[in-house]
């Protein structure tokens, strides 16, 4: 089965009347109601089993760490708690768990559909392809960012759970600014890989390529120069945590991205991104073949 152009499905009522106000409160209303469909089908399904147990890993680590005699080596010192949450949010949670999260969330939008020989009916429904692509990629980015958000603080609280004077650290220290950093690098996390992995679902048929050769870049990040380590989002990432770990004695220096660039930066390649998936997704045709 396959279908055509995308210029020839259906996308709006007659009377729509595009850019109009009516317009924009149809298609907000077409985004909740795929959001709907497609967050149920995120959480519920079989394949959230194995998204559950990756952003449960770091939990059941430093839980772990937590309950293990001498697993805390001082429980006054709150600088084994934060090098602690550091190492395992910025080598693990972040290089790991939300990038291979991401892959198969945001990877497997489209591919999913195709496999399921449902993104027919998307396409020969009454919404442009373009509304359909950005629910799509506000569907990842709800469960990615639900996910690991949980995670994140999750583990933020067995990392610093265990030691004494939290009291002092969170309401006259640098506590919850922390907390609150490392929330929002997990977000802009899921808001860059997702964007990479949704535009990558429009060209591969399988996300694990690619997947390997983003993680393969991200990964030798510290060994280069620094107008190659731009072209990446691990650096922008590592920029805004608060604490920031040395990469080693191979590592090129470069001078750490400033918060002001690093943000608006990430939001700019993730709208170049969705640009590109919406081109391409207006121009799709579907044809179900066996692989």
């Known amino acids: 089965m396959s279908v055509s152009n995308p210029a020839a499905s259906p996308a709006l009522p ?14 907000r209303r077409q985004v909740a109601a795929i959001l709907r469909l497609e967050i149920r089908k995120s959480f519920l399904g079989k394949r959230a089993f194995g998204l559950y147990f990756l952003a449960l890993m770091p939990v059941i680590i430093l839980g772990l760490k937590a309950v293990v005699p001498g697993g805390v080596h001082d429980a006054a010192d709150l600088s084994e708690a934060k090098m602690t949450f550091a190492i395992t949010y910025q080598a693990f949670l972040l290089r ?6 991401c892959v198969e969330i945001f990877g497997n939008l489209i591919r999913r559909e195709m496999l399921d020989r449902s993104l027919h009916y998307y396409f020969l429904a009454p919404v442009r392809r373009e509304v359909l692509a950005a629910a799509k990629y506000l569907t990842g980015l709800i469960v990615s960012y639900s996910l690991f958000g949980a995670s994140t603080l999750a ?3 067995l990392a610093y759970g265990p030691h004494s004077g939290l009291e002092l650290f969170f309401l006259h220290g640098p506590g919850f600014a922390h907390l609150m950093a490392y929330l929002a690098v997990t977000f802009l996390a899921c808001l860059g890989y997702g964007a990479v992995f949704l535009t990558f679902g ?3 048929k399988s996300p694990a390529i690619p997947a390997v050769v983003v993680f393969g870049w991200e990964a030798i990040n510290f060994l280069l120069p620094p107008v190659l380590k731009k072209i990446s989002i691990i650096y922008y990432l590592q920029a805004l ?8 004695p191979f590592a090129l220096l470069a001078d750490a991205t400033s918060p002001w660039l690093a943000v608006p930066g990430l ?6 991104l969705l640009a590109i998936s919406a081109w391409k997704v207006r121009r ?3 044809s179900y073949e066996e692989d």
């Open 96 to 101: 790991l768990v939300i990038f291979f999260g």
């Open 267 to 272: 939001f700019v390649v993730t709208a170049a």
């Open 155 to 157: 583990t933020f609280a």
């Open 284 to 286: 799709m045709e579907i």
């Open 14 to 27: 007659a009377n729509a009347g595009s850019g109009s106000r009516h317009s924009w409160g149809l298609w």
């Open 202 to 204: 429009f060209f591969f």
């Open 241 to 248: 945590c608060p604490v920031h770990l040395s990469e080693g």
